[in-house]
């Protein structure tokens, strides 16, 4: 998990503005009961408060629960923990995008194309680094990898034909 000290803060009007709430409801909630929607800021020595970003977020509805995530939000999730990127309502929605089925609202099909050749190179890096470490997995774990190594050749099949009809495409 994230090491604490590189998760992104908030101020209270940071939180004010996203929550859309008066400063002052914020501050009586917090002299009441020492949170404000169960997040708890840390007071500085100058007497001001900060947040940190994903608890705030999360308390709002900007993030859901894991419980409540897609498997694939939960794994884009997942890998920002593990790579400390901290987890914003942002961070969170371009995983989402990126997870998408849909079309993005606004661009040009054509601007897909590129989005293969990201995908494509993806694959490839994801491929390469199991290469390296699913020979050093336990027995349970290299089953599980392969079984998903298995369907990422399947993607990364189809997605090399799409990538050979945009070279051929451009060769037109």
């Not at 001001?48 to 894991?66: F, K, Q, S």
């Not at 995983?95 to 995908?119: K, M, N, T, W």
Request: contains cysteine.
């Amino acid at each position: 998990m994230m090491n604490n000290s590189h998760r992104p803060t908030l101020t209270t009007a940071q939180v004010t503005y996203l929550a859309r709430v008066s400063p002052q409801s914020i501050y009586a909630e917090l002299e009441r009961t020492g949170e404000w929607c169960g997040v708890f800021p840390s007071k500085l020595s100058n007497g001001h408060y900060i947040w940190r970003a994903d608890e705030v977020h999360l308390a709002l509805g900007l993030i859901p629960e894991r419980s409540d995530m897609t498997p694939g939000e939960r794994a884009w999730v997942n890998f920002l923990d593990i790579e400390a990127i901290p987890l914003t309502a942002a961070i969170f929605k371009l995983g989402q995008r990126l997870l998408s089925h849909e079309a993005d609202e606004g661009r040009h099909p054509d601007e897909g194309v590129d989005e293969l050749s990201l995908l494509y190179e993806i694959v490839e890096a994801f491929c390469a680094r199991a290469d390296v470490t699913v020979p050093m997995m336990g027995e349970s774990a290299s089953r599980r990898a392969k079984a998903a190594l298995a369907l990422v050749a399947l993607v990364a099949s189809r997605t090399h034909e799409f990538a050979a009809l945009e070279s051929e495409a451009d060769h037109d």
